[in-house]
């Protein structure tokens, strides 16, 4: 189909996000290789696969971080190009597997949730009451109200993937990306932030799409799995579709 024929598409469809034949190579290497997939508003889809497999390329892409070979993504009826990039990164929540900065900084929880707002309007805005009030609502439905005047750096793990999320609530996304959110954290704190994750979707009802090598740490609410091997894409239906050919063996 040609790109203006899947512009087209993109308009009358209930996407978040559209993928066609998306290939891209890094350094000589093909690490995704015709890949195509949909995630519709409201929808929680995760991507399973092997280390290498091309999972966070495949959010990088999306991101605009790492450029095409070829194929075309949509967002949100959009055809995602450097023209309007940034204006569809505003209505994208990313959730990375862990929080880089400076742990000597005195970065407050509040300060790093508040990112999220300036990501949404645009680095130019000065935060209003506005602002600051979902801020604060974004932290008490993470269960981290408590926790806003305390420096990043004091936190747990488990605490610090909560702020991540409540920063990613609070610009209020459309599609919410997470990359490998929970798996470095100990089982205990892998399933609460899992359970956070299932709450605020059912609350919001933004599109998830979460990238993960755990089959077992994907929340109740996830009905759809996407897999990856080698760069490819080797199943994507109903979940408990996935877990019977597992159980039977199929690869």
């Known amino acids: 189909m040609s790109s203006a024929g899947l512009k087209l598409q993109f308009e009358h469809m209930n996407n ?28 929680f889809a995760v991507v399973l696969g092997d280390n290498g497999a091309g999972k966070t390329t495949l959010l990088r892409s999306i991101l605009g971080l790492i450029p095409a070979t070829s194929g075309i993504i949509g967002l949100f009826g959009q055809q995602a190009s450097w023209r309007n990039r940034r204006a569809l990164r505003r209505r994208i929540g ?34 209003n009451s ?37 920063r990613a609530m609070c610009q209020q996304p459309d599609l919410l990306l997470l990359d490998e959110f929970s798996s470095h954290l100990s089982t205990t704190a892998r399933q609460d932030c899992l359970q956070l994750l299932e709450r605020l979707h059912l609350q919001e009802r933004f599109a998830v799409l979460m990238i993960t090598h755990h089959a077992s740490a994907v929340p109740a609410n996830c009905q759809r799995t996407i897999v990856l091997a080698g760069g490819q894409k080797q199943f994507d239906g109903d979940r408990h579709d996935w877990q019977a050919m597992r159980k039977g063996g199929q690869p």
């Not at 978040?16 to 995704?32: A, F, P």
Request: glycine fraction near 10%; aromatic fraction near 4%; charged fraction near 20%.
């Open 94 to 127: 990313y959730v990375p597997q862990t929080l880089a900065f400076d742990e000597t900084m005195p970065v407050s929880v509040r300060d790093v949730i508040a990112i999220g707002r300036c990501a949404r309007a645009g680095l130019g805005h000065r935060l």
């Open 130 to 166: 506005n602002d600051w009030a979902l801020v604060d609502r974004a932290a008490h439905d993470a269960g981290i109200f408590h926790l806003l005047a305390r420096p990043i750096g004091q936190l747990s793990g488990g605490e610090r993937q909560k702020v991540q999320i409540a």
């Open 16 to 43: 978040c996000l559209n993928i066609s034949n998306l290939t891209v190579h890094l350094h000589g290497r093909r690490i995704l290789s015709n890949v195509s997939l949909a995630v519709n508003r409201g929808e």
